[in-house]
């Protein structure tokens, strides 16, 4: 019986790129030499820790990597900025990158597929979700409803097997 997995996974190898060419750019732009500035990746929970001096600066350093992390092929949409912790000497912010599908979005993924009356079956396996069906055009028809949606994540598609 034709499937297919819906996962939610980031390149980690594509991330550090990311995080690295970020701070490079960091190191050549005027306006932040000797400024402190500085990314931190955390590879375990998938966390970017940015250090400034100021406010102002974070953002600019979050604008940054939103670029390098789109150019790297990394989904922007995954990217949740947490609040800023400031004090006298520098501003901290945490970039948490979510990835994996929890139960709540399978919850959904699965609503959204047998709402659609589309003839394929969709359960929760662990960390994705397995869709079935009888054929192939019915398989595509899926992902093509799942691209649609939008999700605070992004999606992949992959074992597709006939």
């Known amino acids: ?19 690295d060419q970020a701070s490079r750019e960091l190191g050549q732009r005027f306006d932040f030499r000797d400024a402190g500035a500085s990314y931190e990746l955390n590879e375990k929970d998938f966390t970017i820790l940015m250090k400034a001096k100021s406010e102002f600066q974070l953002k600019q350093m979050v604008d940054i990597l939103r670029l390098k992390v789109a150019k790297r092929g990394i989904d922007v949409s995954c ?13 901290r912010q945490e970039v948490a990158l979510r990835h994996g599908i929890d139960q709540e979005v399978g919850k959904k993924i699965v609503k959204l597929i047998k709402d659609s009356k589309i003839k394929v079956q969709a359960g929760i396996h662990g960390d994705k979700v397995r869709v079935t069906g009888k054929n192939r055009d019915d398989l595509q028809e899926a992902i093509a409803l799942l691209r649609k949606e939008t999700f605070d994540r992004a999606l992949q598609y992959e074992n597709f097997r006939d």
Do not use: R
Not at 5 to 13: K, M, T
């Open 79 to 91: 990217m949740e900025t947490k609040d800023v912790e400031k004090n006298l000497a520098e501003a």
């Open 1 to 19: 019986m034709p499937s297919f997995d819906v996962v939610s996974e980031i390149n980690a190898h594509e991330l550090t790129n990311a995080v």
